[in-house]
């Protein structure tokens, strides 16, 4: 029996590399070519005529998942798309299976010898299930936990506020919504070009609805609000429904937008309310959090990586309040867990 060829749609060379390297390795599988994007893939789909295609989620110019669309509307087969945001249960993965991918594997995190082979032998079994049409387009239940309950947001407002080094922290969190997220507001503090590009990319490839803030808007479930306009606060008013409000005003504390003001703006709301400090340098926040914790609002802190700002981390820390301290992979479960309103 001829092996199954595969087509791997990634931007990144290393990742193409080692993509190709993972299934060349599995058995019954042969890599016949590979594309750094869509139009690329285009031209070699036409081309080599692969049994099963790989895709990237996020890739310049049109994303993965707009590739998707047109693939199946063009070239119905096998997609499988691989992220390091589309782990089973995730917005981005139930957007993909529901777009006709026929599964949604997660890119290795780390590349150790057994690591490597379990990857090998997981994915190569998912290529050649593909191939064989075991495995149907949006068949994979991706949208039910462990608990097997679905979400239902509870209408507590969410506000995450993240510089440079949080950015990617917040798109996981926002890759893990989908159509019923909980009302959220995402404040960065970073470099503007910086932010442009972070949220030009997060537009093309996040399965919920993103809106950049805008003064008078309702916060309600289904929608995320992006703060990153240095020239304006983004406050939260009180109201049936409540509002996100701009603010014409000087920096506070050098910053603007300021997390301080907006998640102090929260807590004085008296709104159902959670709000997390991404990583990032400065303290902008932490006192916005205290205020927010002792009006008995749920509150957390991401725990930076060996290579990132503590200055936020640290701050929380000396201050003194509950919180939840938590690891960039649990950030999301955690959100979502605490916004839930069929969590038991």
């Not at 996020?58 to 096998?78: A, C, D, I, Q, Y």
Request: contains cysteine.
């Amino acid at each position: 029996m001829a092996n199954v060829r595969v087509l791997v749609v990634d931007d990144s060379a290393a990742m193409r590399a080692l993509f190709c390297d993972i299934l060349d390795n599995a058995k019954g599988v042969t890599v016949c070519g590979t594309a750094k994007n869509a139009d690329d893939a285009r031209e070699q789909l036409e081309k080599l005529k692969p049994d099963v295609l790989t895709l990237d989620v996020e890739m310049p110019g049109k994303s993965g998942m707009e590739f998707l669309e047109e693939v199946m509307e063009t070239r119905p087969m096998p997609v499988i798309m691989l992220s390091s945001i589309t782990q089973a249960g995730t917005g981005t993965a139930r957007r993909a299976l529901e777009l006709g991918a026929v599964h949604c594997f997660p890119k290795p995190l780390h590349t150790s010898r057994e690591e490597f082979d379990a990857t090998v032998r997981q994915l190569g079994d998912i290529v050649l299930k593909a191939a064989a049409g075991e495995l149907t387009p949006g068949g994979e239940d991706a949208g039910s936990g462990e608990s097997g309950t679905r979400y239902r947001s509870d209408g507590r407002i969410v506000v995450l506020a993240c510089g440079a080094a949080g950015i990617e922290s917040a798109r996981q969190v926002l890759a893990a919504y989908d159509a019923a997220c909980p009302p959220t507001i995402v404040l960065f503090d970073a470099d503007p070009a910086v932010v442009e590009n972070a949220v030009r990319a997060m537009r093309h490839s996040l399965p919920c609805q993103l809106g950049d803030a805008v003064d008078g808007v309702s916060l309600e479930a289904g929608k995320v609000w992006l703060a990153h306009d240095p020239t304006r606060h983004v406050v939260v008013e009180a109201g049936a429904p409540p509002r996100l409000r701009l603010v014409d005003r000087d920096p506070v504390n050098g910053c603007r937008p300021s997390a301080d003001l907006l998640l102090g703006s929260l807590a004085r709301s008296g709104l159902l309310a959670l709000g997390g400090l991404l990583t990032g340098s400065g303290a902008d926040g932490v006192r916005g959090l205290a205020i927010l914790a002792e009006t008995q609002g749920k509150v957390f802190v991401q725990r930076p990586a060996d290579y990132a700002p503590r200055d936020r981390y640290d701050a929380v820390r000396a201050h003194g309040f509950e919180h939840a301290d938590l690891r960039q992979e649990a950030i999301a479960d955690w959100v979502l867990e605490h916004t839930n309103a069929n969590t038991e």
